[in-house]
């Protein structure tokens, strides 16, 4: 027989010290997931992914195609969530790419230049990565992209953002049959959905209660 914990009502908010905390603990997190992946040539899923294969076929710099592919998804996020999480998320990409940047600088970043099993990296980076973008979530943070649609739907309808990510992300690992050999994207399909079953079975309404800092009544379920 299992009984439940009460949950404090109105649910804590966290304060800024939290969010800051967490946004940077999950920064760090991501990105040496992002090392694993990359580390074993796996093709990435979410606008990460979409702007990887539209950089294989026009001259478009990947940097520039990321930030146009998630433009339309963080307009999505200030009718739906706010600038506030708008705000932290452009954050939270912005250091991710840097933290991952430097993971694999020679010379200075500690993991430096390796190679891993496609399949090993697979499902270690996805891991890793998933539990930081658990860390994200639960402070008012995303990694932009079918993230922001995975919340929102989560919020609105009750759909686990961690299934919704789940079938997105593996349409754009699909497409890149096109692009990279089929054990890469097997690979990639494995991390898929390791990755978003972890958010899925721990990141779901009613969980998880507390309000980021300054969003009034709005949770981050």
Partial sequence: MTSSIPVPHPAPAHSIVDDILGILCGTVVISIGLFLLRAGGVVSGGTAGIAL??????????????FAVNVPFFLLAIRGKGWGFVLRSCLAITLVSAAAAFHATPGIGVLGDVALDPFYASITGSVVAGVGVIIMFRHGASMGGFNIVGLLL????????????????????????????????????????????????????????????????????
């Fill in 53 to 66: 294969l539209l950089s294989y076929a026009t001259p478009i710099p990947f940097g520039v195609l990321f």
């Fill in 154 to 221: 989560q919020e609105r309808f009750h759909l686990r953002a961690g299934y919704v990510m789940m079938v997105l992300d593996t349409i754009v690992v699909l497409a890149s049959f096109s692009v990279a050999a089929w054990p890469a994207v097997v690979a990639s399909a494995i991390g898929v959905v390791v990755m978003n079953l972890i958010i899925a079975v721990n990141h779901r309404p009613g969980r998880y209660t507390a309000l980021p800092a300054r969003t009034g009544s709005r949770a981050t379920r």
